[in-house]
Antibody, heavy 116, light 106 residues
Framework: QVLLVQSGTEVKQPGASVQVSCKAS????????ISWVRQAPGQGLEWMGW????????NFAQKFHGRLTMTTDTSTSTVYMNLRSLRSDDTAVYYC?????????WGQGTLVTVSS | DIQMTQSPSTLSASVGDRVTITCRAS??????LAWYQQMPGIAPRLLIS???SLESGVPSRFSGSGSETEFTLTINSLQPDDFATYYC?????????FGQGTKVEI
């Protein structure tokens, strides 16, 4: 079955960077994009962007331009999301999800807390 | 960015009720709309894509309709497992955007 397994909880100081991984299994990795969606505590869902494991194409929400990177490792079927210059309002659960438009499969979520 | 506005924000209902959630887009998104259900502390679950296509495994009491700027999610005969928060999402124009959510509570 399709599984997306994310890395664990992170606590970061303001200004730092965080990398969250998402390891895919149960399907052909290069056939589907991987998107990232975040959810601040008690808030709604926010799409951040997606990456194609096939050709490394990316599309990011404008608000993250310059701070967000997404990379893929086809040898391990893993996608990495890197967010730089963290602020307190980046505190959220970060989800990876399969697909570049709508999302039928999701990772379990990774809590990233930004606090001094 | 396209604004997705859901109404109501909170809905009180009982088991067996028929409930309807509305999602309005600030501009035409054609049929490119999805609905998700989210339980506390768990990743969202896709219910419907392309406005009205029910995902495999989703009970038939869920249905979606609408196009362009106005969409609805209907749950017929609400079950205990259906008390959750529901989100719409447009995927017509980048950046993809979600509604603010509708909490269905007892």
């Amino acid at each position: 079955q399709v599984l997306l397994v994310q890395s664990g909880t992170e606590v970061k100081q303001p200004g730092a960077s965080v990398q969250v991984s998402c390891k895919a299994s149960g399907y052909e990795f290069v056939s589907y994009g991987i998107s990232w969606v975040r959810q601040a505590p008690g808030q709604g869902l926010e799409w951040m962007g997606w990456v194609s494991p096939y050709n490394d194409d990316t599309n990011f929400a404008q608000k993250f331009h310059g701070r967000l990177t997404m990379t893929t490792d086809t040898s391990t079927s893993t996608v990495y999301m890197n967010l730089r210059s963290l602020r307190s309002d980046d505190t959220a659960v970060y989800y990876c999800a399969r697909g570049h438009s709508y999302f039928a499969y999701w990772g379990q979520g990774t809590l990233v807390t930004v606090s001094s | 960015d396209i604004q997705m506005t859901q109404s109501p924000s909170t809905l009180s209902a009982s088991v067996g009720d028929r409930v309807t959630i509305t999602c309005r887009a600030s501009q035409n998104v054609n049929m490119w709309l999805a609905w998700y259900q989210q339980m506390p502390g768990i990743a969202p679950r896709l219910l419907i894509s392309k406005a009205s296509s029910l995902e495999s495994g989703v009970p038939s009491r869920f249905s979606g309709s609408g196009s362009e700027t106005e969409f609805t999610l209907t749950i017929n005969s609400l079950q205990p497992d259906d008390f959750a928060t529901y989100y719409c999402q447009q995927y017509d124009i980048y950046p993809w955007t979600f509604g603010q959510g509708t909490k269905v509570e007892i």
